[in-house]
C-alpha cells in the first residue's frame, strides 16, 4: 500500500491527476476504471487541463465507469454517465466507442450485468480510480453479510441515499437502486487508486484501513490488493496514515 499525503484538495487532484497521466503516458491504450461523486471532479478538471495543454492524449484510452443509478440515463443531468460527459468525456479526445457505463435504462438485470461482464473482461483493468463512501463502499458495493463478486443490481444503503441527496431536490428523486461493478472486478485491478478528501472521511478510512477485513465496510478488503495507493488531505488521513 502506498499513502500519498495530499494538504488539501487541490493538491490531492493534482497527484491523482499526475498517476493517471503517468499511466496513460506509459500506455497510451491504458484501460481506466473510473468513479464519479465529488471527489474525483478536481482530478478530472486536471486531466482535462494536460489534455488541452497537449501534455495528454486519450484517443487509444478505454473507460470503465463503476456504476449508474438505476433508471437514469445519459441525459438526465443526476445520471453517472451525465457527469463523465460533463466533467471529463466531453473535454479530451476519448473514444466515445471506448466509453463504459452501465446503462441505467437497461430494464433487463440480468442481461445488462452479463453484458458489462463481458466488457470487463474483454478490457482488463489497469488502474481503477475509486472514492471510498461514508459507510465504506467502494463502488455501490454497500456493507453487507455478503458481497457479489461481478456486476449486479443492488439496493442503495440508506446512507448512501442521505449522502447522495444534496445532489437531488429531495431524497424521494435519488434512486434506490443501481448497477455496480462487483468486488472481484474492483480488485482484478491492476492498481486501484483511492482517494480521499476532508475529514468526513477520516473515520471510515481508520475503519478500512487499520481494522479487520469485514464485509460491512466493503473498502477493507482493498488491503489484500497488492497494488493500492491511496492519495488523501491532510484532513482525511488525520489520524489514519
Ligand atoms: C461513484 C462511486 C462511489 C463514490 C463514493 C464517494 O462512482 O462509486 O463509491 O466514489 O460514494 O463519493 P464522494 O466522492 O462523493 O464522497
Known amino acids: 500500500m502506498k499513502i500519498y499525503k495530499a494538504k488539501d484538495y487541490e493538491h490531492l487532484s493534482q497527484i491523482a491527476a499526475n498517476i493517471l497521466a503517468a499511466q496513460v503516458t506509459l500506455k497510451p491504450d491504458s484501460v481506466l ?17 494536460k489534455y488541452k495543454s497537449g501534455d ?25 454517465a451525465y457527469f463523465m ?13 471506448n466509453v463504459h457505463i452501465p446503462n441505467g435504462l437497461s430494464q433487463d438485470i440480468f442481461a445488462e450485468c452479463t453484458r458489462y461482464d463481458e466488457v470487463i473482461a474483454k478490457n482488463p483493468i489497469d488502474i481503477q ?29 440508506k446512507a448512501t441515499i442521505d449522502t447522495n441527496k444534496r445532489y437531488f431536490k429531495n431524497e424521494y ?18 492498481k486501484i487508486l483511492l482517494l480521499a478528501s476532508g475529514e468526513s472521511k477520516a473515520e471510515i478510512l481508520r475503519k478500512a484501513f487499520k481494522g479487520s477485513l469485514t464485509t460491512n465496510v466493503p473498502a477493507s478488503l482493498l488491503q489484500m490488493h497488492r497494488n493500492l495507493i491511496i492519495v488523501g488531505d491532510e484532513a482525511a488521513l488525520k489520524g489514519v496514515f
Do not use: R, W
Open 85 to 97: 460527459n460533463n466533467n471529463l468525456f466531453n473535454h479530451v479526445n476519448i473514444n466515445t466507442e
Open 173 to 190: 428523486e435519488v434512486p434506490k437502486m443501481a448497477y455496480t461493478m462487483g468486488i472481484k472486478q474492483i480488485m482484478h485491478a491492476k
Open 33 to 49: 476504471g473510473l468513479s464519479t461523486g465529488q471527489t474525483p471532479i478536481g482530478t478530472y478538471k486536471k486531466l482535462v487541463e
Open 129 to 157: 480510480l475509486l472514492g471510498i463512501g461514508s459507510n465504506g463502499h467502494i463502488g455501490f458495493n454497500e456493507p453487507d453479510a455478503e458481497l457479489k463478486l461481478n456486476t449486479h443490481y443492488i439496493t442503495l444503503a
Open 56 to 80: 495528454l492524449c486519450f484517443n487509444k484510452v478505454v473507460g470503465i465507469n463503476l456504476d449508474e443509478y438505476y433508471g437514469l440515463g445519459a441525459d438526465n443531468p443526476q445520471s453517472y
